[in-house]
C-alpha cells in the first residue's frame, strides 16, 4: 500500500493525490455470443424458427426478422443490415433465402456465415409468377382466409399436411402477416432478380440445406446453390417439405448445430481497449 507521511512536501503531496483519484483503467475480456439473424419465408414469423432458437440461444445471440413492412427485397435487406451486428451469420428459409441473395449484392462483408434453407437462386419462370398473382388476386378478394386452406398442401410433405398441430400454425402465422403483409411479400418476390451469378463471390462457411420432397424448392435448386459457392455443404432432410424448420425441427437442428460448431470461428472474448 502507497502511504504519505506528514513531512511531505507540498509537491509531493499533490503527485500522491493525483495518483490516488486518477481514473483507473481495467481491461476486461466480455463474452459476446456470435450473432445469428434468421429471416423467415413467405406468410410466416417467428415461430417459423421457434424450435431452433430454443436450441441455440444459450450459446448464441438470436434474431428472428419478420418482412411485413416493405415491397422490396432490397428495403428487407436494408431493414435486417440496420438491426445486426458488423458481422453476423445469417439463416434464411424461401423468401428469407431470397433476402440473403440481395445482401450478398449489398454487403457481402457483413457476413460472417450462411445458411440457405428451402430457396432457390433461379428467378421465377412464368408459371411461378402466375400463380403469385393469383394468390394476390385471392386475397383481394377473399381476404388472408381465402389463401391459408390451400397452404399445407402446396408446401408441406404429405405426411405432414394432416397434421393439426401443424396446420393450425401455418395458419396462425398466415394471419399474423396479414393481407397487407402478403402483397408486399409477393411484390418483393415478383421482383427478384436471378441470382445465380451473385454466389460465386461468397467465400464464407455456407450450409444449403432442404427438405428431400420440397415442392416449391426441389433438391435440384439446391444443388445449383452449393455448386456455385465454394466449399459449401449440402444437407437433405428427409421425409421433409418446403418448411424444413417446422416439419422436422429435430434433424434440422442437428444439422445446423454440428456445422455451427464445425464453422465457428468467433472468439468469446472481446480484444482490451
Not at 439446391?222 to 434433424?251: F, M, W
Request: hydrophobic residues 45%.
Amino acid at each position: 500500500m502507497i502511504q504519505l507521511t506528514r513531512d511531505a512536501k507540498p509537491k509531493q503531496r499533490l503527485a500522491f493525490l493525483c495518483m490516488l483519484f486518477a481514473p483507473l483503467h481495467y481491461h476486461i475480456d466480455m463474452p459476446q455470443r456470435p450473432f445469428l439473424a434468421f429471416a423467415c419465408a413467405h406468410l410466416t414469423d417467428e415461430r417459423l424458427y421457434a424450435a431452433q432458437v430454443a436450441a441455440l440461444e444459450a450459446d448464441y445471440e438470436c434474431t428472428v426478422f419478420v418482412f411485413t413492412d416493405h415491397d422490396s427485397l432490397g428495403a428487407m435487406a436494408e431493414e435486417l443490415l440496420a438491426n445486426t451486428p458488423a458481422r453476423f451469420t445469417l439463416i434464411g428459409l424461401s423468401l428469407g433465402g431470397y433476402v440473403a441473395f440481395e445482401l450478398i449484392r449489398r454487403q457481402l462483408q457483413r457476413l460472417e456465415r450462411l445458411v440457405l434453407m428451402d430457396t432457390s437462386a433461379v428467378a421465377d419462370d412464368p408459371p411461378r409468377r402466375a400463380g403469385r398473382h393469383a394468390d394476390i388476386a385471392k386475397v383481394k378478394e377473399g381476404g388472408i382466409e381465402a389463401l391459408i386452406p390451400e397452404l399445407p398442401a402446396r408446401w408441406l410433405h404429405p405426411s405432414h399436411a394432416q397434421r393439426a398441430a401443424l396446420t393450425k400454425l401455418m395458419s396462425e402465422m398466415a394471419r399474423s402477416i396479414g393481407a397487407g403483409g402478403l402483397f408486399n411479400q409477393q411484390a418483393a418476390m415478383l421482383a427478384r432478380p436471378d441470382s445465380r451469378d451473385d454466389l460465386a463471390r461468397v467465400t464464407v462457411p455456407t450450409l444449403v440445406m432442404c427438405g428431400k420432397n420440397d415442392p416449391v424448392t426441389p433438391v435440384p435448386d439446391h444443388e445449383v446453390i452449393a455448386a456455385k459457392i465454394p466449399g459449401a455443404r449440402l444437407e437433405i432432410i428427409e421425409d421433409c417439405g418446403h418448411l424444413s424448420t417446422i416439419e422436422q425441427p429435430e434433424a434440422v437442428n442437428r444439422v445446423l448445430i454440428d456445422w455451427l460448431r464445425k464453422t465457428d470461428t468467433h472468439s468469446l472474448a472481446m480484444p482490451a481497449r
